[in-house]
């Protein structure tokens, strides 16, 4: 687990899943831990054994998705020597390293039926049977599970045990995603920021420009804070002027213009990734001054470029396919000759 990453946030519903999961973590019963990747799952799983009982015990962590399903039930039950090819000798499985402490199933949903089957009754009865072996083991183990899943869904499809869900479902804590977080984009903005300009040996952090932070409330964030959390770092590093306020990011790593080209069957990825999403069809429902619409998104386009260029006017121009004239019309126009101090 990632523990440089803290709880950071003050939306009402960030709030109430870090709550439950504070008020879930004395109590002996299994707990879900449902949301989106980078949504923070494995800190709620830390949070819920270090508020426990058994704090001063293992929390042992399995991702399921990381196995093979061959190997998934060796490394959850334990497996004696000689009990397949390879096993030239005994293993203990993770059931009995977390034994009296706390053991979190990462990614359950890719668990085989199998597994389940052997999950299902080790929850059940608090006994493991190694592969090969003859005689169950008592552990005493608090199971934290998290997934991405429509566990129900699943269940209702037959690919997941409806018993395990009712066995493990005690409490389900549903973690928002960072987009319906309202007010900590900006919050958990500023933390990564100042703390890579730390990390940079930075006098002072300069903060970002408001077309930075306006993109930054823009844009969607599939991967949530983990990828919130990249974005900054990454504008923070590469920005070369310490005393100024950040002034560009870029959401997609991978975007350059000497990218090999996509192959025929795929689709073209445009020249330029943009950092906010297109207009939607309501928002344009809701232009009525055409003309002030024009002008604003004109002067995004130009932020964005002069941030991206690091305020160098001339390769601004050139990468708008303006000359330098036409450049200096438009940023007077819009007030931008000077650059942008926050």
């Not at 608090?142 to 269940?155: K, Q, Y």
């Not at 350059?256 to 996509?262: L, Q």
Request: aromatic fraction near 8%.
């Amino acid at each position: 687990m990632d523990r440089e990453v803290q709880f950071i946030g003050q939306s009402g519903a960030f709030l109430d899943a870090v709550e439950r999961a504070s008020r879930a973590a004395p109590m002996r019963r299994p707990v879900l831990v449902i949301g989106e990747r980078g949504t923070g799952k494995e800190l709620i799983a830390e949070r819920l054994h270090r508020l426990s009982t058994r704090w001063q015990e293992p929390l042992v962590t399995m991702n399921c998705a990381a196995l093979p399903e061959t190997l998934i039930e060796a490394e959850l039950f334990g497996h004696e020597a000689g009990a397949f090819t390879g096993a030239t000798r005994a293993r203990v499985g993770r059931f009995e390293e977390a034994d009296r402490g706390t053991l979190f199933l990462d990614e359950l949903g890719t668990l085989s039926m199998g597994a389940q089957e052997r999950l299902l009754r080790a929850v059940e009865y608090g006994e493991v049977t190694r592969i090969g072996a003859s005689r169950p083991i008592r552990v005493d183990v608090r199971i934290v599970a998290a997934t991405n899943e429509d566990l129900p869904r699943m269940a209702g499809q037959g690919r997941f045990r409806p018993d395990l869900l009712d066995r493990l479902s005690f409490e389900v804590i549903t973690l928002p995603p960072l987009r319906v977080r309202e007010g900590d984009i900006a919050v958990l903005a500023d933390y990564f920021g100042r703390r890579m300009a730390a990390e940079l040996h930075w006098d002072a952090w300069p903060g970002f420009t408001p077309h930075t932070q306006a993109q930054l409330e823009g844009y969607a964030w599939p991967g949530n804070v983990r990828e919130l959390r990249n974005v900054i770092e990454r504008a923070v590093y590469r920005w070369d002027d310490p005393a100024t306020p950040i002034g560009h990011v870029q959401f997609d790593p991978f975007e350059s213009p000497w990218k090999p080209a996509a192959s025929p069957a795929a689709p073209v990825a445009a020249n330029d990734a943009r950092p906010a999403r297109p207009p939607a069809r309501a928002e344009l429902d809701e232009i009525a001054d055409l003309r002030a619409a024009v002008e604003a998104h004109e002067r995004a386009i130009l932020e964005h470029h002069l941030g991206r260029n690091r305020y160098n006017q001339r390769q601004t121009a050139k990468a708008l396919g303006l000359t330098y004239d036409q450049l200096r019309h438009c940023l007077k126009k819009h007030g931008l000759l000077e650059r942008e101090q926050g």
